[in-house]
C-alpha cells in the first residue's frame, strides 16, 4: 500500500511564501513522474508544475517564474517552493506521483492567500 502525505500548507499574506512537502511510504520500487495540482473553490483540478524522474520539469504559465518543483528521489519526496503568492493562488494542493505499481494522490494540503 502507497500513501502519499502531503504538509506545508496554511495562511499567507500576498506576496509571502510557502513550502509544500509530500512524502510517500509503502512497497515503491520506481518512481517515474511527480506533480502538484491544485483546486480552487468551484474550479477543476489544474496542473501547477511537474518533474520527471530525470528533472525535467514544466510549469502551469501562471506560476512560472514564482513556483519552484523539486524532488529527493532517496526520499521519496517532492516539494513545492512558492513564492510571491498571489490571492488566486489560493486552493487545495495536491501532490501526484506515477509509479511502476500505479499512480497515487496526497491528501490535499490548504493553501491560503490573503490581502
Known amino acids: 500500500q502507497v500513501q502519499l502525505v502531503a504538509s506545508g500548507g496554511g495562511l499567507v499574506q500576498a506576496g509571502g511564501s510557502l513550502r509544500l512537502s509530500c512524502a510517500a511510504s509503502?512497497?515503491?520500487?520506481?518512481?517515474?513522474?511527480m506533480a502538484w495540482y491544485r483546486q480552487a473553490p468551484g474550479e477543476q483540478r489544474e496542473m501547477v508544475a511537474v518533474i520527471s524522474r530525470t528533472g525535467r520539469i514544466n510549469y502551469s504559465d501562471t506560476v512560472k517564474g514564482r513556483f519552484t518543483i523539486s524532488r529527493d528521489n532517496a526520499k521519496g519526496t517532492v516539494y513545492l517552493q512558492m513564492n510571491r503568492l498571489k490571492i488566486e493562488d489560493t486552493g487545495v494542493y495536491y501532490c501526484?506521483?506515477?509509479?511502476?505499481?500505479?499512480?497515487?494522490w496526497g491528501q490535499g494540503t490548504q493553501v491560503t492567500v490573503s490581502s
Open positions: 509503502g512497497s515503491i520500487f520506481v518512481i517515474g513522474a
Open positions: 501526484y506521483m506515477r509509479t511502476g505499481g500505479g499512480d497515487y
